[in-house]
């Protein structure tokens, strides 16, 4: 059965930075793009950032880009989140799953981001 684990949220300073990881298991890892998501307070749920199964082709939201970065170890089915220059609008609750811009795989509990002064 396949499962995501989501950890290394926090809180943090405006200006701080944060590294989100999530360890995969259940399915061939390294056969498959990895995504992050958010959920920020009254919102819903928004993709944040995507990563092919090679490490090589990535995408990030507009309100991310040039602040955060995803990146994979395939070696330990683990996909990353660096988040830098974190925000107050950053404020959400992180989640991974697998694939492109939509989830394909139930979600993991998240991890929280809490980024405020």
């Known amino acids: 059965q396949a499962q995501l684990v989501e950890s290394g949220g926090g809180w943090v300073q405006?200006?701080?930075?944060?590294?989100?990881s999530c360890t995969a298991s259940g399915f061939t890892?390294?056969?498959?793009?990895?995504?992050?998501?958010?959920?920020?307070?009254?919102?819903?749920?928004?993709l944040v950032a995507y990563v092919d199964?090679?490490?090589?082709?990535t995408y990030y939201?507009?309100?991310v880009?040039?602040?955060?970065?995803?990146s994979r170890d395939n070696a330990e089915n683990t996909v990353y989140l660096q988040m830098n220059d974190l925000k107050p609008d950053d404020?959400?609750?992180?989640?991974?799953n697998r694939g492109w811009t939509v989830p394909t795989l139930s979600w993991g509990q998240g991890t929280q981001v809490t980024v405020s002064s």
Request: hydrophobic share 30%.
């Open 14 to 20: 405006p200006g701080g930075s944060l590294r989100l």
């Open 29 to 46: 890892f390294s056969n498959y793009a990895m995504n992050w998501f958010r959920r920020r307070p009254g919102n819903e749920r928004e």
């Open 53 to 57: 199964k090679t490490d090589d082709i």
């Open 61 to 63: 939201a507009d309100a």
């Open 65 to 70: 880009k040039g602040r955060f970065t995803i």
């Open 91 to 96: 404020t959400a609750v992180y989640y991974c």
